[in-house]
């Protein structure tokens, strides 16, 4: 079983939607959660980062984190064009200064 | 401040083959990673450098090697290049712990 597992996808949308991106893991160490946006041909940047059960917002974007599933999701609310990208979930422990990677999830949002 | 380099962008090697991808980072960042990127796989870490003159594996370092030559540089080398070698490599530095890792563009490498 992979460490962290992530539907590749695509997910296509219209325009406005509100996207939903998940992701499951399967150590109860990890402790740290962040989302990677990586736009076609160039390299990942962080979009959001946080180690607490619950919700974190950043203007659109908001990460769940429900540990007792061991279940992460990243919900874009009123997505644009401009979001069309691969988004990663990556999970890191304590110990460790590694971060391990989903797979990605395409999401194509349409004009 | 042009962050984190890699050279070159593309290439095409064949088997048996090998070379040197180079990333400089001038972020003054403590650690610098590799990474190779496929369809299906994600990112899998090949090598990592936690400081200046310490380097170690990853999940995939089989048929790698990395010099981290100073702070700002660190360098994947592939000796023998075979087709399964054949990925996108990305070069990251951070501070290290959980501090933000920054990605260089990547290298496109195609091996016959």
């Known amino acids: 079983q992979k460490e962290v597992e992530q539907d590749p996808g695509p997910l296509s949308v219209p325009e406005g939607a509100i996207v939903s991106l998940n992701c499951t893991y399967s150590?109860?160490?990890?402790?740290?959660f962040m989302w990677y946006r990586q736009y076609s041909r160039k390299g990942p940047e962080l979009l959001m980062y946080t180690y607490s059960s619950g919700n974190k917002e950043d203007g659109r974007f908001t990460a769940q984190v429900d540990k007792s599933s061991k279940y992460i999701s990243l919900f874009i609310r009123d997505s644009q064009p401009s979001d069309s990208a691969t988004y990663l979930c990556a999970i890191c422990d304590t110990g460790f200064q590694k971060l391990v990677f989903g797979t990605g999830t395409r999401l194509l949002v349409s004009p | 401040n042009a962050g984190v380099t890699q050279t070159p962008k593309f290439q095409v090697l064949k088997t048996g083959q090998s070379m040197t991808l180079q990333c400089a980072q001038d972020m003054n960042h403590n650690s610098m990673y590799w990474y190779r990127q496929d369809p299906g796989m994600g990112l899998r870490l090949i090598y990592y450098s936690a400081s200046e003159g310490t380097t170690d594996k990853g999940e995939v370092p089989n048929g790698y090697n990395v010099s981290r030559l100073n702070k700002r540089e660190f360098s994947l080398r592939l000796e023998s290049a075979a087709p399964s070698q054949t990925s996108v490599y990305f070069c990251?530095?951070?501070?290290?712990?959980?501090?933000?890792?920054?990605f260089g563009p990547g290298t496109r490498l195609t091996v016959t």
């Open positions: 990251a530095s951070s501070d290290g712990g959980l501090s933000e890792q920054y």
């Open positions: 150590n109860s160490a990890f402790q740290y």
